[in-house]
């Protein structure tokens, strides 16, 4: 067994399992709640993001480990999404009749399950057939490890990669706020993309070209009134976007259900 491949079953069996409400939806993870509802409420999710941010703040190297390599997961990301065009955080065909508009928290447990179970159906089903593109916005919502995270899938999004990065760091995800999301993780990860420069993308992280980009994500998760993650919207391509399964994490017909009403 490889370093990489050992490593990768240390984060995953330290890691926390799916929080659902009784009719098997999504929840936020109770330390979130405990954590954030004493100081503000949470319906204000931009508060709880700048106190999970700035108030744990972790800090990334530009440094690149010495001893990067490619994650065991990697091919399975690269075939999820090959041939299929991406702008930015943009998955799809530009002219697709339906939008997905997805907020995510790359240490989320609920949104591990929801794009490693859910969205591939989903991407063969609609984003390959050119039906459906999907917008993703990653937040901050649980930590320190959440921020560090999304900095580097903003790194990947400028190299048109952010969907095969996340894709790992979800298969490769370690316990909530752990400091599983380490700078060896983000250098094989960046390693295991094709198209990104590892040396470049590490030191590229605390940018203010991602810093601008976390801000707008983060003023748009206010606007969509998104109170977790994962939070789906999906409507017509440059019409109203009406959220899927509100308070709850969506199912694969939920999100068929919304699409096809999406495209009549």
């Not at 990067?68 to 799809?92: K, S």
């Not at 400091?179 to 590229?204: E, K």
């Not at 694969?252 to 009549?264: G, H, S």
Request: proline share 6%.
């Amino acid at each position: 067994m490889t370093r990489a491949k050992k490593a990768r079953q240390r984060r995953q069996q330290a890691a926390a399992p799916p929080v659902r409400s009784a009719d098997g939806g999504r929840k936020a993870n109770p330390k979130v709640i405990a954590g954030v509802a004493g100081l503000i409420a949470l319906a204000v999710i931009p508060a709880a993001i700048v106190l999970a941010v700035t108030g744990n703040n972790k800090s990334s190297s530009s440094t690149t480990p010495t001893n990067v390599t490619t994650l065991p997961d990697a091919g399975v990301a690269t075939r999820l999404f090959d041939g299929i065009p991406q702008h930015g955080n943009v998955l799809g065909s530009p002219s697709a009749p339906a939008t997905l508009v997805e907020y995510i928290d790359l240490q989320c447990p609920v949104c591990r399950e929801f794009e490693t179970a859910v969205m591939p159906n989903v991407i063969s089903r609609y984003v390959r057939t050119g039906k459906l593109k999907v917008v993703a916005r990653p937040i901050a919502f649980l930590g320190p490890d959440s921020e560090v995270a999304r900095k580097a899938a903003i790194v990947a999004q400028q190299h048109d990669k952010l969907f095969e990065f996340a894709q790992l760091l979800y298969l490769n995800q370690g316990a909530e706020n752990s400091g599983w999301v380490t700078d060896q993780l983000i250098a094989d990860a960046f390693a295991s993309t094709p198209g990104i420069n590892v040396d470049r993308a590490m030191a590229a992280r605390d940018s203010s070209s991602v810093s601008q980009v976390e801000r707008g994500f983060d003023k748009q998760s206010h606007t969509d009134q998104v109170l977790g993650t994962p939070t789906v919207l999906i409507g017509k391509t440059r019409g109203k976007l009406t959220q899927v399964a509100p308070g709850g994490s969506p199912s694969l017909a939920d999100i068929n259900a919304a699409v096809d009403k999406a495209t009549q």
